[in-house]
């Protein structure tokens, strides 16, 4: 299990990309839900007229995998962010406290993800009062 102080989750319907990091270091894990999304229902009004399924599974992979992070980012460009922070609330509340905020993010770079991450940080911590 990575030993770093943060990550940021991108994540849709395909694949959950984390990003563990600190200050001069950082690693990536990918995690795939065991069943992609192929069917889809339909869903009156939105603007592709479907969408995806939940799977439990996926985000119980997903979970764990932030088991031991003291403090995350969720960012993706559609619901699948929402969903996980749902299954967050219901399956395992301790991981509520260490998330830091969701945010809507198109597809990036690994790169991009960590310049974003490292930026969010910073202003939250700034914002935490020093003792």
Do not use: C, N, Q
């Not at 770079?109 to 939250?124: N, W």
């Amino acid at each position: 299990m990575p030993k770093h102080a943060h990550a940021i989750v991108w994540i849709d319907h395909h694949e959950a990309r984390i990003i563990y990091f600190s200050l001069d270091a950082s690693e990536e894990t990918v995690v795939h839900p065991d069943h992609p999304p192929r069917s889809l229902a339909s869903k009156a009004g939105s603007r592709e007229g479907r969408r995806h399924h939940e799977d439990p599974e996926f985000y119980a992979d997903v979970t764990a995998a932030l088991a031991e992070v003291p403090a995350f980012l969720v960012v993706g460009p559609a619901s699948a962010k929402t969903e996980l922070v749902k299954y967050l609330h219901r399956h395992a509340p301790r991981l509520i406290e260490h998330l830091a905020a969701v945010e809507t993010m198109d597809r990036a770079t690994d790169s991009e993800l960590l310049a974003r991450a490292r930026h969010e940080f910073k202003r939250i911590d700034d914002m935490r009062p020093r003792f």
